[in-house]
C-alpha cells in the first residue's frame, strides 16, 4: 500500500493551498482517511479526518479554515487549506485506515510552509 501526498508548498500568510493524497497498491476497504501535521520540535498532531459515513472531524486550530474531503472511486482524501498562517507550517501526513483489519498506512509527508 503506497500513499502518494501532493500539493505543499510556499505560500504567503492569508494565501490557500490544496492537498492531495492518492492511496494505491492492495486494494482494501478504506474507513477512515485522515490528515495530520508535524512542526519542527512538535508532535504530530490531527489536522482533520473524514470518515467513511462522510463525517469530519477537525483540529481545533484549523476549524473554519481547513476542509477535509475524500473521492472513494479515486482512492484519494483532500484537504483544502484556506487563510493559512505562519503557525500552519509543518510537514502535513495523510494516512488511512483498513476498515478491516483496523491497520493504518501512512504516505511520506509533504511540506508546507507560510511566510509572514
Wanted: hydrophobic share 35%.
Amino acid at each position: 500500500v503506497q500513499l502518494q501526498a501532493s500539493g505543499g508548498g510556499l505560500v504567503q500568510a492569508g494565501g490557500s493551498l490544496r492537498l492531495s493524497c492518492a492511496v494505491s497498491g492492495n486494494r482494501f476497504s478504506i474507513a477512515t482517511m485522515a490528515w495530520y501535521r508535524q512542526a519542527p520540535g512538535k508532535e504530530r498532531d490531527l489536522v482533520a479526518r473524514i470518515f467513511s459515513s462522510g463525517n469530519t472531524d477537525y483540529g481545533d486550530s484549523v476549524k473554519g479554515r481547513f476542509a477535509v474531503a475524500r473521492d472513494t472511486a479515486k482512492r484519494t482524501v483532500y484537504l483544502q487549506m484556506n487563510s493559512l498562517n505562519p503557525e500552519d507550517t509543518a510537514v502535513y501526513y495523510c494516512t488511512v485506515r483498513n476498515g478491516v483489519t483496523g491497520d493504518n498506512y501512512w504516505g511520506q509527508g509533504t511540506l508546507v510552509t507560510v511566510s509572514s
